[in-house]
């Protein structure tokens, strides 16, 4: 890899490969447990984003240290953070295949009303934080044990 070159300094910065982010929520889709730091970083696509200093594609030995800086660069950010690049990166995936189409109006209201535009984004952006807040928080409980709780709260 280039010394000169600068590297990639956030999530994202990086280029991911969107066939492997919908293979991913694909085995989600399938009850998989996953780690997002790992799978974020398996998503990305390094061979098409870095070279070595001769213009060569990075081989496993690059790809491998890559990883690691990234994986420690990256240690502090938090899974939602994580899942919402994903998602960004798999509904952008929905558009370029037409899996998911924007109507007419739509795409007008993004050109001729940026401002509205944004302040929808923002709105559903915010929805989805607080949905990701409540499924992390959420605990698969016994009766017993959610009664537990309740006695401790009135107590």
């Keep these: 890899m280039s010394a000169q070159a600068r590297l990639p300094e956030t999530p994202h910065d ?14 989600v889709r399938q009850g998989e447990r996953i780690r997002l730091i790992d799978e974020l970083l398996a998503c990305v696509d390094w ?24 994986r420690e660069k990256f240690a502090d950010i938090g899974p939602i953070y994580m899942a919402e690049l994903l ?3 798999f509904m952008t995936e929905q558009r370029a295949r037409g899996d998911v189409v924007f109507s007419d109006a739509l795409l007008e209201l993004g ?14 952006r915010k929805k989805e934080m607080a949905t990701a807040m409540l499924v992390l928080a959420h605990e698969d409980l016994s009766d017993e044990e959610v009664e537990a709780r309740q006695m401790e709260w009135e107590g």
């Design 87 to 89: 998602s960004t990166e």
């Design 47 to 70: 061979r098409g984003a870095f070279g070595t200093d001769d213009g060569q594609p990075v081989d496993l030995e690059h790809i491998s240290k890559l990883i690691a800086y990234y």
């Design 111 to 124: 050109r001729m009303n940026p401002d509205l535009w944004a302040e929808i984004r923002l709105f559903f």
């Design 14 to 27: 990086l280029p991911y490969d969107r066939a492997k982010v919908d293979a991913l929520l694909e085995r």
